[in-house]
């Protein structure tokens, strides 16, 4: 088979190192791919927001299958480009992709379909929404959210009345996400631990994926801003087998019935981003997409080749597929450039690559990375994810940090404490 990757971060590398796995395929090619990426399949710059030069180009080199990482062009419509072409490709439909393009649908489809949710309001204007922290229905922290794609950022957790209205200003009436300011949606605040978990759905059939742990905060400890996640740890210790079931029954299963039942059958990875409360685990966002960093840790513990599942999801019969996992478990390290979450300082040169290729159980993978002049250097914010596996957590984290502590450039900034959390959940007495 001849495979087509959409997208240039590290969950984009992690699926391409685990297709170029697969007996089945025969090329790889990314669009538009990074430095990582480069090294293992035909990088090509095509702007994937440009959802016809997507298509014309898997057209051209007759790909067998197209794998879509990145929201932003599935929400423009790449899925329904190809389908309308007769291509087959890994992405939903934009009606099915509109549960993470819009936060205020999926607020309501939520509601429809009884998905256990936090208490929300939907605001159409700065007044309404002032309106509505005058109120404080839910109390503070409050949170505040901007209705469409704003690159992850546009979620705010309001401490008091003026830190929301602040957000409501510059979401609503300076515009800072652009056309997503049109609705906030407001969000009681939901106390708990975070959980992703995702699964690939063929429109009706479901397979579940490892459950991760994502680490959304700049800093240990969770604490400074929400970033795109810091980290990964898989698997997600706070989950027992009893409440992967309640999830899948109250939440994964209606979710894809209820798409179906309205006209938009989900074919794809269904991401639902849980916060686990001490009355259940509670939806906080979907996702229409694979996860980053989480993507990097489930693709380290997949055992089975992931080409027939994706081909499965593309063509509607997932049959009775099963994914085997790795026992180990798995963690993600990402390195992020200084600046970031703001504007990431670039262009600086990566160095301690070249020692790190070919250590068992250990993946560099590459996100915001290019090659100039011979050197990688560093373009976006956040750069790699040192992804590490082990006979146990400890080890997984001891080799993640090893590596991480052998990569340098200028303005380098990671977590210290991925892995933690759980290890204190495994180890109370520690
Ligand atoms: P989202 O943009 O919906 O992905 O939210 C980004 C982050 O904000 C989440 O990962 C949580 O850490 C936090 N968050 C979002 N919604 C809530 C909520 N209702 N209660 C508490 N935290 C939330
Ligand atoms: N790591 C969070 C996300 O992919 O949205």
Known sequence: MKILVVGNGGREHALVWKIRQSLLVKEVYCAPGNAGIAELADCVPIDTTNIVEVADFAQTIKADLTVVGPELPMVLGVGDE?????????????????????????????????????????????????????????????????????AGKGTIVAQSASEAKDAVSQIMSEKKFGSAGAKVVMEEFLRGEEVSFLVFSDGSRVVPMISVQDHKRLGDGDTGPNTGGMGTVAPSTNMSLDVHKQIMQEIILPTIKGLDAEGRRYQGVLYAGLMMTDAGPRVLEYNARFGDPETQVIMMRMKSDLVPVLKGVAEGQLGDAKMEWTKEPAICVVLAAGGYPGEADTGKEVKGLPALKGVPELQVFHAATAVRDGKVVTVGGRVLGVTAMGQNLDAAVQRAYDAAGKIHFDGMQYRKDIGQKALARLHPSR
Not at 88 to 109: L, T
Not at 122 to 147: H, M, Q, T, W
């Open 82 to 150: 190809f389908r309308r072409r007769g291509m087959p490709i890994f992405c939903p439909s934009r009606a099915a992709a509109e549960i993470e393009g819009s936060k205020a649908f999926a607020r309501e489809f939520m509601q429809r379909h009884r998905i256990p949710s936090p208490r929300y309001e939907i605001c159409s204007s700065p007044e309404e929404a002032n309106a509505f922290l005058e109120r404080a229905p839910f109390g503070y922290p409050v949170v505040v959210k901007a209705d469409g794609l704003a």
